[in-house]
Protein backbone atom coordinates (compact mmCIF):
# COMPACT_ATOMS: atom_id res chain seq x y z
CA UNK A 1 0.00 0.00 0.00
CA UNK A 2 2.82 2.36 0.86
CA UNK A 3 3.73 1.85 -2.80
CA UNK A 4 0.09 2.10 -4.09
CA UNK A 5 0.27 5.94 -2.38
CA UNK A 6 2.94 6.98 -4.27
CA UNK A 7 0.58 6.63 -7.58
CA UNK A 8 -1.97 8.56 -5.50
CA UNK A 9 -5.47 7.63 -3.71
CA UNK A 10 -7.74 7.49 -6.78
CA UNK A 11 -8.59 4.00 -7.46
CA UNK A 12 -11.42 3.00 -5.59
CA UNK A 13 -10.99 0.77 -2.10
CA UNK A 14 -11.68 -2.38 -3.78
CA UNK A 15 -8.71 -2.10 -5.98
CA UNK A 16 -5.98 -1.36 -3.92
CA UNK A 17 -6.75 -4.63 -2.11
CA UNK A 18 -6.90 -6.95 -4.99
CA UNK A 19 -3.60 -5.64 -6.58
CA UNK A 20 -2.08 -6.10 -3.22
CA UNK A 21 -2.93 -9.71 -3.36
CA UNK A 22 -2.41 -10.16 -7.17
CA UNK A 23 0.97 -8.95 -6.92
CA UNK A 24 2.10 -11.41 -4.36
CA UNK A 25 2.23 -13.91 -6.98
CA UNK A 26 5.03 -11.88 -8.52
CA UNK A 27 6.92 -11.53 -5.18
CA UNK A 28 6.52 -14.80 -3.74
CA UNK A 29 6.02 -17.04 -6.80
CA UNK A 30 7.25 -20.18 -5.17
CA UNK A 31 4.05 -19.48 -1.80
CA UNK A 32 1.01 -19.41 -2.93
CA UNK A 33 -0.63 -19.38 0.34
CA UNK A 34 -2.03 -15.84 -0.93
CA UNK A 35 -4.52 -17.84 -3.33
CA UNK A 36 -7.53 -18.84 -0.88
CA UNK A 37 -8.09 -14.93 -0.94
CA UNK A 38 -10.16 -15.38 -4.44
CA UNK A 39 -12.78 -17.74 -2.74
CA UNK A 40 -13.78 -14.13 -1.12
CA UNK A 41 -14.86 -13.94 -4.99
CA UNK A 42 -15.27 -17.22 -6.24
CA UNK A 43 -18.13 -17.93 -2.97
CA UNK A 44 -20.05 -14.85 -3.79
CA UNK A 45 -19.58 -13.35 -7.45
CA UNK A 46 -22.75 -11.56 -7.13
CA UNK A 47 -20.96 -8.92 -4.98
CA UNK A 48 -20.57 -5.74 -6.73
CA UNK A 49 -17.21 -5.09 -8.53
CA UNK A 50 -16.83 -2.18 -6.32
CA UNK A 51 -18.07 -3.26 -3.59
CA UNK A 52 -15.86 -2.42 -0.40
CA UNK A 53 -16.67 -2.70 3.51
CA UNK A 54 -14.09 -2.91 6.67
CA UNK A 55 -16.92 -4.14 8.52
CA UNK A 56 -18.67 -6.98 6.26
CA UNK A 57 -16.87 -10.00 6.22
CA UNK A 58 -18.11 -11.37 2.87
CA UNK A 59 -17.47 -7.56 1.32
CA UNK A 60 -14.11 -7.39 2.57
CA UNK A 61 -12.64 -10.75 1.69
CA UNK A 62 -14.29 -10.16 -2.00
CA UNK A 63 -12.06 -6.82 -2.31
CA UNK A 64 -9.30 -9.44 -1.78
CA UNK A 65 -10.92 -11.53 -4.19
CA UNK A 66 -11.37 -9.54 -6.96
CA UNK A 67 -7.66 -9.87 -7.49
CA UNK A 68 -9.35 -12.34 -9.98
CA UNK A 69 -9.57 -9.24 -12.18
CA UNK A 70 -5.52 -8.34 -12.16
CA UNK A 71 -5.02 -11.74 -13.39
CA UNK A 72 -7.22 -11.66 -16.43
CA UNK A 73 -5.41 -8.41 -17.44
CA UNK A 74 -2.27 -10.06 -16.58
CA UNK A 75 -2.74 -13.84 -18.39
CA UNK A 76 -5.51 -12.66 -21.16
CA UNK A 77 -4.96 -8.88 -21.84
CA UNK A 78 -1.69 -6.59 -21.76
CA UNK A 79 0.58 -8.46 -18.64
CA UNK A 80 1.92 -6.51 -15.31
CA UNK A 81 2.84 -3.43 -17.57
CA UNK A 82 -0.95 -3.23 -17.65
CA UNK A 83 -2.12 -3.33 -14.03
CA UNK A 84 0.91 -0.56 -13.70
CA UNK A 85 -0.21 1.48 -16.32
CA UNK A 86 -3.98 1.48 -14.59
CA UNK A 87 -2.37 2.79 -11.58
CA UNK A 88 -0.10 5.45 -13.45
CA UNK A 89 -3.21 6.67 -14.97
CA UNK A 90 -4.49 7.31 -11.67
CA UNK A 91 -2.23 9.81 -11.14
CA UNK A 92 -3.57 11.99 -13.75
CA UNK A 93 -7.08 10.93 -14.21
CA UNK A 94 -8.52 10.60 -10.88
CA UNK A 95 -11.32 12.74 -10.09
CA UNK A 96 -10.93 12.64 -6.18
CA UNK A 97 -9.91 10.11 -3.36
CA UNK A 98 -11.10 6.37 -4.10
CA UNK A 99 -13.74 6.97 -6.67
CA UNK A 100 -11.78 6.02 -10.11
CA UNK A 101 -14.02 3.49 -11.48
CA UNK A 102 -11.66 0.47 -12.99
CA UNK A 103 -13.81 0.91 -16.33
CA UNK A 104 -12.96 4.46 -17.24
CA UNK A 105 -8.83 3.24 -16.28
CA UNK A 106 -9.00 0.58 -19.06
CA UNK A 107 -10.88 2.80 -21.54
CA UNK A 108 -8.45 5.05 -20.84
CA UNK A 109 -5.98 3.12 -21.61
CA UNK A 110 -7.45 2.69 -25.37
CA UNK A 111 -9.06 -0.41 -24.55
CA UNK A 112 -12.53 -1.58 -24.74
CA UNK A 113 -13.85 -2.63 -21.09
CA UNK A 114 -16.76 -3.64 -21.95
CA UNK A 115 -15.21 -6.39 -24.47
CA UNK A 116 -12.49 -7.21 -21.44
CA UNK A 117 -15.17 -7.63 -18.73
CA UNK A 118 -17.43 -10.33 -21.39
CA UNK A 119 -13.83 -11.87 -21.56
CA UNK A 120 -13.45 -11.58 -18.08
CA UNK A 121 -16.61 -13.04 -16.56
CA UNK A 122 -16.81 -15.99 -19.38
CA UNK A 123 -13.38 -17.25 -18.31
CA UNK A 124 -14.77 -17.31 -14.70
CA UNK A 125 -16.46 -19.79 -15.64
CA UNK A 126 -14.28 -22.26 -15.32
CA UNK A 127 -12.02 -20.38 -13.30
CA UNK A 128 -9.18 -20.49 -16.50
CA UNK A 129 -5.75 -19.31 -15.10
CA UNK A 130 -2.21 -20.22 -14.83
CA UNK A 131 -1.68 -18.89 -11.87
CA UNK A 132 -4.60 -21.42 -10.04
CA UNK A 133 -6.19 -23.47 -9.46
CA UNK A 134 -8.33 -21.21 -8.00
CA UNK A 135 -11.75 -21.62 -6.07
CA UNK A 136 -14.27 -22.61 -8.47
CA UNK A 137 -17.10 -19.98 -8.70
CA UNK A 138 -20.21 -20.32 -6.74
CA UNK A 139 -23.42 -21.82 -9.42
CA UNK A 140 -26.61 -19.66 -8.58
CA UNK A 141 -28.40 -22.53 -10.34
CA UNK A 142 -28.13 -25.25 -12.87
CA UNK A 143 -30.51 -27.44 -15.27
CA UNK A 144 -30.22 -31.09 -15.43
CA UNK A 145 -33.05 -31.35 -18.99
CA UNK A 146 -34.70 -29.34 -21.21
CA UNK A 147 -36.87 -26.96 -21.30
CA UNK A 148 -36.45 -25.27 -18.07
CA UNK A 149 -36.82 -22.12 -16.40
CA UNK A 150 -35.61 -19.58 -13.48
CA UNK A 151 -34.28 -16.34 -12.68
CA UNK A 152 -33.40 -14.50 -9.20
CA UNK A 153 -34.89 -11.73 -7.46
CA UNK A 154 -33.72 -13.15 -3.76
CA UNK A 155 -30.35 -12.21 -1.82
CA UNK A 156 -27.40 -13.02 -4.00
CA UNK A 157 -29.03 -11.62 -7.08
CA UNK A 158 -26.15 -9.45 -8.92
CA UNK A 159 -25.24 -6.35 -8.13
CA UNK A 160 -23.77 -3.66 -10.21
CA UNK A 161 -20.91 -5.65 -12.17
CA UNK A 162 -21.48 -8.70 -10.54
CA UNK A 163 -22.46 -11.75 -11.89
CA UNK A 164 -24.85 -15.42 -11.89
CA UNK A 165 -23.98 -18.22 -12.86
CA UNK A 166 -26.27 -20.93 -13.87
CA UNK A 167 -24.63 -24.39 -15.23
CA UNK A 168 -26.82 -26.05 -18.34
CA UNK A 169 -26.36 -30.12 -18.65
CA UNK A 170 -25.73 -31.12 -21.99
CA UNK A 171 -26.11 -34.91 -21.37
CA UNK A 172 -29.61 -35.15 -22.47
CA UNK A 173 -29.39 -33.46 -25.75
CA UNK A 174 -32.18 -34.40 -28.49
CA UNK A 175 -30.70 -35.17 -32.40
CA UNK A 176 -33.70 -33.64 -33.64
CA UNK A 177 -33.36 -30.06 -31.54
CA UNK A 178 -29.72 -30.04 -31.49
CA UNK A 179 -29.44 -25.78 -30.31
CA UNK A 180 -30.28 -23.88 -27.63
CA UNK A 181 -32.79 -20.93 -26.66
CA UNK A 182 -32.05 -18.87 -24.73
CA UNK A 183 -35.06 -16.08 -23.54
CA UNK A 184 -34.15 -13.37 -21.05
CA UNK A 185 -35.44 -10.25 -19.67
CA UNK A 186 -33.54 -8.01 -16.57
CA UNK A 187 -34.55 -5.39 -14.86
CA UNK A 188 -34.42 -2.30 -17.42
CA UNK A 189 -32.94 0.46 -15.17
CA UNK A 190 -29.27 -0.97 -16.72
CA UNK A 191 -27.99 -2.30 -19.62
CA UNK A 192 -27.01 -6.49 -19.00
CA UNK A 193 -24.63 -8.30 -20.32
CA UNK A 194 -25.41 -12.13 -21.03
CA UNK A 195 -23.22 -15.01 -22.13
CA UNK A 196 -23.72 -18.16 -22.86
CA UNK A 197 -20.08 -19.92 -22.79
CA UNK A 198 -19.39 -23.46 -23.83
CA UNK A 199 -17.04 -25.64 -22.49
CA UNK A 200 -14.85 -28.56 -22.98
CA UNK A 201 -12.15 -30.01 -20.73
CA UNK A 202 -12.67 -27.15 -18.64
CA UNK A 203 -11.46 -24.83 -21.06
CA UNK A 204 -13.78 -22.18 -22.55
CA UNK A 205 -14.11 -22.70 -26.78
CA UNK A 206 -17.01 -20.12 -27.33
CA UNK A 207 -18.93 -17.56 -25.82
CA UNK A 208 -22.32 -16.60 -27.11
CA UNK A 209 -23.42 -12.90 -25.76
CA UNK A 210 -27.52 -12.00 -26.63
CA UNK A 211 -28.01 -8.75 -27.88
CA UNK A 212 -30.72 -6.76 -26.01
CA UNK A 213 -33.40 -4.12 -26.36
CA UNK A 214 -34.59 -2.79 -22.99
CA UNK A 215 -32.93 -4.75 -21.33
CA UNK A 216 -34.50 -8.04 -22.85
CA UNK A 217 -33.48 -10.49 -25.86
CA UNK A 218 -33.12 -13.91 -27.07
CA UNK A 219 -30.46 -15.58 -28.65
CA UNK A 220 -29.69 -19.22 -29.90
CA UNK A 221 -26.35 -21.20 -29.31
CA UNK A 222 -25.75 -24.05 -32.19
CA UNK A 223 -25.02 -27.67 -31.35
CA UNK A 224 -24.79 -26.77 -28.02
CA UNK A 225 -24.26 -30.97 -27.08
CA UNK A 226 -21.10 -30.50 -28.71
CA UNK A 227 -20.28 -29.04 -25.21
CA UNK A 228 -19.08 -30.72 -22.28
CA UNK A 229 -21.26 -28.34 -20.47
CA UNK A 230 -22.82 -24.58 -20.92
CA UNK A 231 -22.99 -22.02 -18.90
CA UNK A 232 -25.19 -18.94 -18.80
CA UNK A 233 -23.19 -15.82 -17.17
CA UNK A 234 -26.00 -12.98 -16.24
CA UNK A 235 -24.30 -9.35 -15.01
CA UNK A 236 -25.88 -5.99 -14.84
CA UNK A 237 -23.82 -3.49 -16.04
CA UNK A 238 -23.90 -0.60 -13.61
CA UNK A 239 -21.68 0.26 -10.72
CA UNK A 240 -24.63 0.12 -7.65
CA UNK A 241 -24.48 -2.36 -4.57
CA UNK A 242 -27.95 -2.84 -5.38
CA UNK A 243 -28.57 -6.49 -6.73
CA UNK A 244 -30.85 -6.41 -9.87
CA UNK A 245 -33.40 -8.98 -10.59
CA UNK A 246 -34.12 -11.38 -14.23
CA UNK A 247 -35.66 -14.34 -15.28
CA UNK A 248 -34.73 -16.65 -18.19
CA UNK A 249 -35.90 -19.48 -20.30
CA UNK A 250 -33.99 -22.58 -21.76
CA UNK A 251 -35.25 -24.80 -24.67
CA UNK A 252 -34.01 -27.24 -26.83
CA UNK A 253 -34.91 -26.43 -30.62
CA UNK A 254 -34.11 -27.16 -34.40
CA UNK A 255 -32.32 -23.67 -34.82
CA UNK A 256 -32.87 -24.20 -38.38
CA UNK A 257 -36.33 -22.52 -37.88
CA UNK A 258 -35.42 -19.87 -35.93
CA UNK A 259 -33.32 -16.17 -36.91
CA UNK A 260 -30.70 -15.98 -34.28
CA UNK A 261 -30.60 -12.57 -32.49
CA UNK A 262 -27.54 -13.08 -30.60
CA UNK A 263 -23.60 -12.36 -31.75
CA UNK A 264 -20.58 -14.46 -32.59
CA UNK A 265 -17.14 -14.61 -33.60
CA UNK A 266 -15.40 -17.16 -35.63
CA UNK A 267 -12.00 -18.67 -33.47
CA UNK A 268 -9.70 -17.11 -35.57
CA UNK A 269 -10.82 -13.53 -34.07
CA UNK A 270 -10.81 -14.37 -30.39
CA UNK A 271 -7.72 -12.78 -29.43
CA UNK A 272 -8.26 -9.28 -31.22
CA UNK A 273 -11.49 -8.51 -29.57
CA UNK A 274 -9.42 -8.71 -25.76
CA UNK A 275 -6.95 -5.61 -27.02
CA UNK A 276 -7.77 -2.89 -28.78
CA UNK A 277 -4.61 -2.24 -30.47
CA UNK A 278 -3.55 1.08 -32.82
CA UNK A 279 -2.59 1.53 -36.59
CA UNK A 280 -1.52 4.54 -37.32
CA UNK A 281 -2.81 5.99 -34.62
CA UNK A 282 -6.46 4.75 -35.17
CA UNK A 283 -8.02 2.82 -32.84
CA UNK A 284 -9.15 -0.66 -33.76
CA UNK A 285 -12.56 -1.36 -33.39
CA UNK A 286 -13.50 -4.09 -30.62
CA UNK A 287 -15.35 -7.01 -31.68
CA UNK A 288 -18.92 -7.12 -30.17
CA UNK A 289 -18.13 -10.95 -28.61
CA UNK A 290 -15.54 -12.26 -26.45
CA UNK A 291 -14.13 -15.80 -27.67
CA UNK A 292 -11.46 -16.17 -25.21
CA UNK A 293 -7.70 -16.47 -27.11
CA UNK A 294 -6.69 -19.35 -24.74
CA UNK A 295 -3.49 -19.75 -26.49
CA UNK A 296 -2.53 -15.99 -25.10
CA UNK A 297 0.80 -15.94 -23.02
CA UNK A 298 0.90 -14.75 -19.70
CA UNK A 299 2.34 -11.44 -19.10
CA UNK A 300 2.32 -10.26 -22.68
CA UNK A 301 0.70 -8.37 -24.91
CA UNK A 302 -1.43 -9.63 -27.44
CA UNK A 303 -1.78 -6.97 -30.06
Not at 199 to 226: A, F
Request: with cysteine; proline share 3%; glycine share 10%.
Amino acid sequence: HAIQYAYGMAHEPWYWEATATWIQEYVFPSHDWWAFYVEGFSSLPHLAMSASSQQDYDVFMHMYGMSIFNFYLDEYVGGADLVKDLWRYGQTHGTGYYDLFIGDAVDGEDLDFSAIYDGFIATNAVMAYEAGPFPLVEQEDSTGSLPAAGGNDGNDKPQGYGQNYIKISTSTVDESAPDLRLEFEGDSRQDWSVLLVGVIEDEVVQVQKLSLSDSVGTGVLRNYGSFDVVWLVVSPLNTSTQGRSYTWDLQAIDGDTFEDTGDAVDDEKRSAAACACSQGGQRVGMLPLLLLGLAVHRRRRVC
